[in-house]
């Protein structure tokens, strides 16, 4: 038996049961929109210039699929921090976001600090710890996370709890626009997405472990545009924790103006590089001539690649398409790699240096 086709085989390296994470993401996206729009939103919320999103790693990533979703229909100006500082611009018109999963990120603890000395207003977001114990103090909203359906306890995993816990949010001060028959469209493409690609259906019918065998070996290079940005980038942060595999992304139409001149050294390129592009009928159609034409200078630059056609009718849905097809694929190559998808040692070394 193949071993992505072995439940026991999965589960002897995936002991904290990242697998689990990732069959209960839909079941995120619905438990964070209920558990979030219960949160009360003081009116002068509503009264601002501008927005700010902070968060670290995993819990970061929900901006990122926010900013790139919505990004075009976010009425405010609207920046993303993934680090100590807030702009220098916050004030008490500004709206500051902070996430951290474990309540504990000093960058984010970091800018939450500097939010409220800046008289802003800002909202918590987190399972608990420092984050929203400072929101119970200051008394100001927070969402804090309950991660019932994120059996690992891993950030990274906690994707729709990041993800659509600040859009219910956001849509509650009125800053987007979003219904629950939304999410639950969303949560529905990632449920048949799952019956397609989980351990019970073989190789041979399987496209994530197919997949997954032709990254294994490879340096991944995955490239999206518009409403697909967040997603592609939160699959490159799962892949580089879960599986322990270097790889990166790239944006159309950015790339198309420097990364094609790339592609010619070093000569082992071919060897080592597999390119994954996101495609999507929800595109622009100047968007959609680049990619036909970024995959033929890739063709002929003898760079292996495929093509994740996502099937949804919204962005939304789309973008948590991708995300879910990310995800179990990744679990897949770890367990190629023979890699427990849990841990991230270098990671937790590197915090500890820091103390130090």
């Given at each position: 038996m193949d071993k992505l086709d072995s439940i026991e085989e999965i589960r002897k390296i995936d002991v904290q049961n990242v697998l689990g994470s990732i069959e209960a993401l839909a079941k995120q996206c619905l438990h964070a929109w209920d558990e979030a729009s219960a949160v009360t939103i003081p009116p002068a919320y509503s009264e601002i210039d501008n927005i700010v999103m902070t968060g670290m790693g995993g819990t970061g990533l929900g901006a990122r699929v926010i900013q790139s979703v919505y990004g075009n229909e976010i009425r405010y100006p609207f920046t993303r921090i993934n680090g100590y500082d807030i702009p220098a611009f916050v004030n008490e018109k500004?709206?500051?976001?902070?996430?951290?999963?474990?309540?504990?990120?000093?960058?984010?603890?970091?800018?939450?600090?500097?939010?409220?000395?800046?008289?802003?207003?800002?909202?918590?977001?987190?399972?608990?710890?420092?984050?929203?114990?400072?929101?119970k103090r200051e008394r100001v909203p927070y969402y804090q996370v309950l991660p019932t359906h994120n059996p690992s306890n891993q950030p990274r995993m906690a994707i729709g709890y990041n993800v659509v816990g600040v859009l219910a949010l956001a849509a509650k001060i009125g800053v987007?626009?979003?219904?629950?028959?939304?999410?639950?469209?969303?949560?529905k493409a990632m449920t048949e997405v799952w019956v397609k690609t989980n351990p019970t259906v073989a190789v041979p019918h399987n496209p994530?472990?197919?997949?997954?065998?032709?990254?294994?070996?490879?340096?991944?290079?995955?490239?999206?545009a518009e409403h697909l940005v967040g997603s592609t980038h939160t699959i490159n942060n799962q892949l580089n924790e879960n599986a322990k595999a270097f790889?990166?992304?790239?944006?159309?139409?950015?790339?198309?103006?420097?990364?094609?001149?790339?592609?010619?050294?070093?000569?082992?390129?071919?060897?080592?590089?597999?390119?994954?592009?996101a495609e999507s009928s929800l595109y622009s159609e100047k968007i959609k001539l680049r990619f036909a034409i970024t995959k033929e200078i890739t063709m002929k630059n003898k760079i292996a690649s495929i093509e994740i056609s996502l099937h949804s009718e919204t962005k939304l849905s789309q973008a948590f398409e991708l995300i879910q097809f990310g995800a179990v694929t990744n679990l897949y190559l770890s367990i190629l790699y023979d890699q427990n998808p849990a841990p991230i040692p270098w990671v937790d070394y590197f915090k500890e240096k820091l103390k130090n």
């Amino acid at each position: 038996m193949d071993k992505l086709d072995s439940i026991e085989e999965i589960r002897k390296i995936d002991v904290q049961n990242v697998l689990g994470s990732i069959e209960a993401l839909a079941k995120q996206c619905l438990h964070a929109w209920d558990e979030a729009s219960a949160v009360t939103i003081p009116p002068a919320y509503s009264e601002i210039d501008n927005i700010v999103m902070t968060g670290m790693g995993g819990t970061g990533l929900g901006a990122r699929v926010i900013q790139s979703v919505y990004g075009n229909e976010i009425r405010y100006p609207f920046t993303r921090i993934n680090g100590y500082d807030i702009p220098a611009f916050v004030n008490e018109k500004s709206l500051v976001i902070c996430a951290s999963y474990s309540g504990t990120t000093e960058e984010t603890l970091s800018n939450a600090n500097q939010a409220i000395k800046a008289r802003a207003k800002w909202i918590a977001i987190g399972t608990g710890g420092p984050l929203i114990d400072l929101a119970k103090r200051e008394r100001v909203p927070y969402y804090q996370v309950l991660p019932t359906h994120n059996p690992s306890n891993q950030p990274r995993m906690a994707i729709g709890y990041n993800v659509v816990g600040v859009l219910a949010l956001a849509a509650k001060i009125g800053v987007i626009q979003l219904s629950q028959a939304e999410i639950e469209t969303a949560a529905k493409a990632m449920t048949e997405v799952w019956v397609k690609t989980n351990p019970t259906v073989a190789v041979p019918h399987n496209p994530a472990k197919k997949l997954a065998k032709q990254m294994l070996g490879r340096i991944i290079v995955y490239i999206s545009a518009e409403h697909l940005v967040g997603s592609t980038h939160t699959i490159n942060n799962q892949l580089n924790e879960n599986a322990k595999a270097f790889s990166t992304d790239f944006q159309i139409p950015e790339l198309n103006h420097h990364l094609l001149e790339g592609l010619k050294h070093p000569s082992t390129n071919p060897e080592h590089l597999f390119v994954i592009f996101a495609e999507s009928s929800l595109y622009s159609e100047k968007i959609k001539l680049r990619f036909a034409i970024t995959k033929e200078i890739t063709m002929k630059n003898k760079i292996a690649s495929i093509e994740i056609s996502l099937h949804s009718e919204t962005k939304l849905s789309q973008a948590f398409e991708l995300i879910q097809f990310g995800a179990v694929t990744n679990l897949y190559l770890s367990i190629l790699y023979d890699q427990n998808p849990a841990p991230i040692p270098w990671v937790d070394y590197f915090k500890e240096k820091l103390k130090n």
